[in-house]
């Protein structure tokens, strides 16, 4: 039933590859998620990176709010390979994290909870050591999303949708279940599900859909997503499980049953999902499928920097990695790294390679996360000089007679 479903989603959103959570052996390929150091047992539920090096992430108690253990906040300075906790409180359940601009300053405010009563937790980033505030606020954020440096949430005491922009909170509409705000502008769901609105300029003028769809009600917001990309709108809901869209922005609209899954858009060509710990991916004419990787571990929530950067955090400091996407590779590419070991790394000047006897290189290059050739060096050069190369992430592409050999560099200054 459910390989049958997808089948009809990928037959009508013909423009779309969706990555699926499931299960499947492995075959003959690996993932690329890998653990990450995260140096903490905690529970880890929210991460937000400031660029391709920087970031932070939260943790601490279960998914309502309840405490188990101490309430963390993480830094990140290589990209999430490695990180160290700056923050830690007894009791306390952090279940959000995002970083605003104030200023030439970035300010960390978190959301959290201690025996279901919210609070905000708050510093400015500096090198010194941080000065934290905790607060009691009269609301409760779900789902913030952060856009053009205002935080958007519904506050789960009486369902409004409100903005928080230099420390205060205004209400934008009431009885709203679920919504969704990026540069195509603000999308959301009232708290019945009969009625779809949208709002050019942030919330000042509201407007209803065009036409409305009639497959999904009240029942069935719990746990639910709504996702919006240039003209099309995506409606993940539950109890039964569906998919709505539209690819007439709200003109017309379909419907398709499928197991539940919750969603994420990468680009226009892909979506993310998570369920049960498992992930595969398939095109979008559904003829083959790809098995990404098997987890351990129930996801708390992924995250995607980029296209190609992303997170999936779980329990017990779980923090896995991919600068690809998710997408696999053969086992043979997997086992080819194992012939060259590069040092440093991180690096800030040079970066030196190590190769295994009789290895036959014809060049070397070195890209950016996104594909893109930033310089290309001499073959099978010992010392590749970087001090001119932009800090962040990059992928080094070793080319032998053989094979093609990629490695993980990160540039920092």
């Given at each position: 039933m459910f390989n049958q479903s997808l089948f009809l989603i990928f037959n009508k959103m013909n423009q779309l590859t969706i990555i699926i959570i499931a299960v499947f052996s492995f075959g003959n390929l690996q993932a690329q998620w890998h653990p990450t150091n995260s140096n903490t047992t905690e529970n880890i539920k929210d991460i937000f990176m400031i660029d391709s090096l920087n970031g932070y992430c939260v943790g601490g108690g279960d998914q309502y709010g309840y405490p188990l253990g101490n309430g963390i906040v993480l830094n990140t300075t290589d990209s999430g390979e490695n990180w160290t906790e700056i923050f830690s409180m007894d009791s306390l359940s952090i279940n959000n994290i995002l970083v605003v601009s104030t200023g030439i300053n970035k300010k960390i405010i978190a959301f959290a909870t201690i025996n279901q009563v919210s609070y905000k937790l708050s510093t400015t980033i500096t090198s010194l050591p941080q000065n934290w505030i905790l607060e009691p606020i009269s609301y409760i954020p779900k789902k913030p999303i952060?856009?053009?440096?205002?935080?958007?949430?519904?506050?789960?005491?009486?369902?409004?949708?409100?903005?928080?922009?230099?420390?205060?909170?205004?209400?934008?509409?009431?009885?709203?279940?679920?919504?969704?705000?990026?540069?195509?502008?603000?999308?959301?769901?009232?708290?019945?599900?009969?009625?779809?609105?949208?709002?050019?300029?942030?919330?000042?003028?509201?407007?209803?859909?065009?036409?409305?769809?009639?497959?999904?009600?009240?029942?069935?917001?719990?746990?639910?997503?709504?996702?919006?990309?240039?003209?099309?709108?995506?409606?993940?809901?539950?109890?039964?499980?569906?998919?709505?869209?539209?690819?007439?922005?709200?003109?017309?609209?379909?419907?398709?049953?499928?197991?539940?899954?919750?969603?994420?858009?990468?680009?226009?060509?892909?979506?993310?999902?998570?369920?049960?710990?498992?992930?595969?991916?398939?095109?979008?004419?559904?003829?083959?499928?790809?098995?990404?990787?098997?987890?351990?571990?129930?996801?708390?929530?992924?995250?995607?920097?980029?296209?190609?950067?992303?997170?999936?955090?779980?329990?017990?400091?779980?923090?896995?990695?991919?600068?690809?996407?998710?997408?696999?590779?053969?086992?043979?590419?997997v086992q080819s790294n194992n012939k060259i070991k590069i040092f440093p790394n991180p690096t800030s000047n040079v970066l030196h390679i190590e190769y295994a006897n009789n290895t036959k290189v014809k060049n070397i290059k070195l890209f950016d996360t996104k594909g893109i050739l930033i310089y290309k060096y001499a073959k099978e050069l010992h010392t590749l000089d970087v001090s001119t190369i932009p800090p962040g992430e990059h992928v080094l592409l070793i080319q032998t007679k053989t094979e093609k050999i990629t490695k993980k560099v990160f540039i920092t200054r």
């Open positions: 952060l856009y053009n440096n205002i935080i958007y949430y519904i506050d789960v005491v009486d369902n409004s949708l409100n903005k928080l922009e230099n420390n205060t909170s205004t209400i934008i509409t009431n009885n709203v279940s679920i919504f969704n705000v990026n540069q195509n502008g603000l999308i959301f769901i009232d708290y019945l599900a009969d009625t779809i609105f949208y709002s050019d300029d942030m919330g000042n003028t509201i407007f209803p859909f065009p036409s409305q769809q009639n497959y999904f009600g009240y029942s069935q917001i719990d746990r639910a997503s709504i996702i919006n990309h240039n003209d099309s709108i995506f409606i993940f809901t539950t109890y039964p499980e569906n998919i709505t869209y539209s690819f007439d922005n709200g003109t017309s609209w379909s419907n398709v049953e499928v197991d539940y899954f919750i969603p994420k858009l990468i680009n226009s060509n892909k979506i993310i999902a998570i369920k049960y710990g498992n992930i595969t991916k398939s095109d979008y004419m559904f003829s083959n499928i790809d098995t990404l990787q098997f987890l351990t571990f129930n996801p708390n929530k992924f995250y995607f920097f980029t296209d190609s950067i992303g997170f999936i955090l779980g329990p017990n400091g779980q923090i896995l990695k991919t600068i690809n996407g998710g997408e696999t590779v053969g086992l043979n590419e």
